[in-house]
């Protein structure tokens, strides 16, 4: 067995020995000062090579020049200034394998200083931490050295902000402290002590706890942890500003006041061993809490313009209370208008802040209300301003312009000044402030936005204001140009209007339209209109020929770009005269059946009618004409054939014409019949009944006039006008028995029975 072995280590022993070879290091980088270096110093790195080869060195990877030394096997180069890490590496050139050196430059630590201790509670451990001035940039050991009777030593690494600390029990009944400090690094180290302390002023009790608040209108109380201290202090603050804190005695319950409704506070408290000795401990966790609602103290900020559109009407604006001024949520506003005698109440949403009022003179007052009532009614008089004012301004910068106006000589007292101003299209958000004196300076304006506003001075016999019209701190051309449309057109003239511009693309104060005409020679005619109005009537037009049309806007900076074009032709002559034509179409057709509608009256049918028996001629129809006569002849001829009792002679009938009592000629007709008998062999003929049946034709046509009508009948009978029958009217006839002649239809019942 011993044999095997020794057999196998002769195998074996030849492979250990190139692995060893293999296993040495091609070169080996050297400094002449060492790795850590003192900022800003000169040295010499050194490669030396096992083997002879070509020999490379580099710095920060990149390939240097370097000097041969006196040995063959080994390359040097000389470094200066080195202010950063560098790194080193040499290798042969035919082989990859590299060896190197990392030069760290650095510090001597600085003596220590700030040295602050600190024991956790009256039995805890001691943490002292101190600085070492600049930071060293190389690994420094911070050292504490503690003599209790006994000199012990407690060492840490110095953090990478430049901080030592350390951290030692206390043994036995210490009462005073003895440390001294050492900081060392490569390239230096100091020591700085003794330093003593006595260990009841290191003292720092625990962090301390709020465990919950209860709040009223204007105090709070704090529920704390229970600890046995002696001293606590309270700070309470609103959004990060801290309003004030207290000392008082450690107790469960803490109780702040002089606190303001409606508000919340944060809390936070810390607290010490007594106020001679000890340290005070951290501030516990922030702990909020809401105290309770007031009603109101404070008067509303109320002001009103004058409503550019109607005269009698104001706008009232009022701002809205501050967080501490409405202590507690403004639910609502009321707003009270007295006239004379009168007063109307109107109770707004908390969201509002003005209000349109109409009336000539009149007292409004405004209230904020709350949960817990509403605030001292603010009272403003409406009266038409006078306008005795005139207000210079000076633009100061991108966001500020500054007023003045003379002062108003009132005797007895100042005058109080109100300057108010918007920005055009945002009237509802007003901004105004109250001065005492001749000039102010507005802040907080934007660029390119354009401000309307007013001074107004409050005098006992009414208010006197000066108007400022068109204010921008900086502006530039539009950058939009109006879009125009056609309203309406004629032959010789067109209306045009054009939407207004955005005001965030107006970049400023608008001054002016511009209308620019293009006609087919090549011509422009343009015509400027007023910035308050959107359309313009162009006259003078050419009919039946087209134009090109567009507009511009202007501010003080310029002319902006024009809008889109507007192509048009104008209404030739011929469609002129056909809508003329159309139009008194129209207007005879609606005067036909205006006058339809009115001759469906009965009362306009009578007068109508009247008037046309008066234009046509009189015609006396001859009763003997009638078909009803006729037939009656016959009958009768008939009878006395078939009758042998009667005599060869027919009896007559006569109708003649009586004459109307007042004068009146052919409106009745009388009839006569006469009764007779004969014998068989003579005829007798006698009269036994004469019947005169009178027939008034005019009756069936008016059914009975006044006396007023029967005169106007008389007066047109004078002048030998006879009554006529219209047509076109509804029959004037209703019964059944007609006498119908060629002309006309009068009422024959009564003339005879035809049965």
């Avoid at 201290?229 to 990060?240: A, D, G, H, T």
Wanted: charged share 20%.
């Amino acid at each position: 067995m011993s044999s095997q072995c020794a057999w196998l280590m002769l195998v074996t022993f030849p492979f250990f020995l190139m692995a060893g070879a293999q296993e040495k290091p091609v070169c080996t980088a050297l400094s002449n000062i060492g790795k850590e270096v003192l900022v800003g110093s000169n040295l010499t790195v050194s490669c030396v090579f096992s083997k002879t080869c070509t020999q490379i060195i580099f710095r920060d990877n990149e390939e240097i020049k370097n000097k041969q030394s006196s040995s063959l096997n080994e390359v040097s180069v000389d470094v200066k200034d080195v202010t950063e890490l560098s790194i080193f590496t040499c290798r042969c050139k035919e082989d990859p394998e590299p060896c190197g050196i990392d030069i760290t430059p650095g510090y001597p630590p600085d003596i220590p200083e700030n040295l602050t201790c600190v024991r956790k509670t009256e039995y805890g451990n001691v943490t002292c931490t101190w600085k070492i001035g600049r930071e060293t940039k190389i690994m420094t050991i911070c050292q504490l050295w503690v003599y209790d009777g006994h000199l012990l030593s407690y060492s840490s690494v110095m953090s990478s902000t430049g901080l030592c600390f350390s951290t030692f029990p206390i043994r036995g009944s210490m009462l005073q402290l003895s440390l001294t400090l050492n900081v060392s690094n490569s390239l230096g180290s100091k020591v700085s002590g003794p330093h003593n302390f006595t260990l009841r002023n290191i003292v720092k009790p625990s962090r301390p706890n709020i465990t919950h608040i209860d709040c009223f209108s204007r105090r709070c109380h704090l529920h704390t942890d229970n600890h046995s201290m002696n001293l606590v202090e309270v700070q309470y603050k609103v959004e990060n500003q801290i309003l004030g804190s207290l000392q008082t005695g450690a107790e469960p319950i803490l109780n702040v006041s002089s606190l303001h409704p409606y508000t919340t506070y944060k809390f936070r408290i810390r607290r010490k061993i007594n106020r001679e000795v000890g340290l005070w401990s951290d501030w516990s966790l922030e702990k909020e809490a809401e105290t309770k609602e007031e009603a109101p103290d404070t008067e509303l900020d109320v002001w009103y313009m004058q409503e550019i559109k109607s005269k009698n009407c104001f706008r009232i604006f009022w701002k809205k209370l501050s967080k501490s001024e409405a202590k507690g949520k403004i639910l609502r506003y009321k707003i009270s208008v007295q006239v004379e005698k009168k007063r109307n109440l109107t109770i707004l949403d908390a969201n509002i802040t003005n209000r349109l009022i109409c009336c000539s003179s009149c007292s409004v007052s405004v209230s904020a209300i709350n949960s817990k009532g509403q605030s001292p009614a603010k009272f403003i008089n409406l009266r038409f301003p006078d306008s005795v004012l005139d207000v210079e301004s000076q633009i100061l910068s991108n966001d500020s312009i500054a007023l003045s106006w003379p002062e108003l000589a009132i005797a007895g007292h100042k005058t109080e000044y109100v300057v108010h101003w918007y920005a055009v299209g945002e009237k509802e958000k007003l901004s105004w402030i109250r001065v005492m004196n001749t000039s102010i300076e507005v802040t907080g304006l934007q660029p390119h936005k354009c401000y309307h506003g007013a001074v107004t001075a409050l005098r006992s016999n009414g208010p006197a204001v000066a108007s400022i019209q068109g204010i921008s701190t900086w502006q530039s051309v539009p950058e939009q140009g109006p879009v125009p449309q056609q309203s309406s057109k004629k032959s010789e003239s067109l209306e045009v209007k054009w939407s207004t511009i955005p005001q965030d693309k107006i970049r400023g104060c608008l001054r002016r339209y511009s209308i620019y005409l293009n006609k087919l020679n090549g011509s422009i005619e343009h015509f400027s209109v007023e910035y308050t109005k959107t359309q313009y009537t162009i006259s003078g037009l050419s009919p039946g020929e087209c134009y090109n049309l567009w507009v511009t806007a202007w501010t003080d900076a310029g002319e902006g770009p024009k809008g889109s074009d507007l192509p048009f032709c104008t209404l030739p002559d011929s469609e002129k005269l056909l809508s003329l034509v159309i139009l008194a179409g129209g207007t005879v057709l609606l005067i036909c059946l205006i006058i339809l509608c009115v001759c469906q009256f009965s009362s306009v049918q009578k007068r109508f009618l009247r008037c046309c028996q008066c234009l046509l001629p009189t015609v006396i129809p001859d009763p003997a004409n009638s078909k009803c006569a006729r037939e009656y002849v016959v009958d009768q001829f008939q009878h006395h054939q078939s009758d042998s009792s009667m005599s060869e002679d027919p009896d007559i009938m006569e109708v003649q014409e009586v004459p109307y009592h007042s004068g009146f000629t052919c409106n009745y007709i009388k009839s006569f019949s006469q009764e007779s008998t004969s014998s068989d062999t003579t005829q007798i003929t006698r009269t036994t009944d004469v019947t005169g049946d009178y027939i008034y034709t005019r009756g069936a046509i008016s059914g009975g006039e006044e006396e007023e009508e029967d005169e106007e009948e008389r007066s047109f009978d004078e002048f030998g006008f006879r009554p006529c029958i219209n047509p076109f009217l509804e029959p004037l006839v209703l019964s059944n028995g007609k006498l119908k002649l060629d002309a006309v239809i009068i009422n024959c019942s009564e003339f005879m029975d035809c049965t």
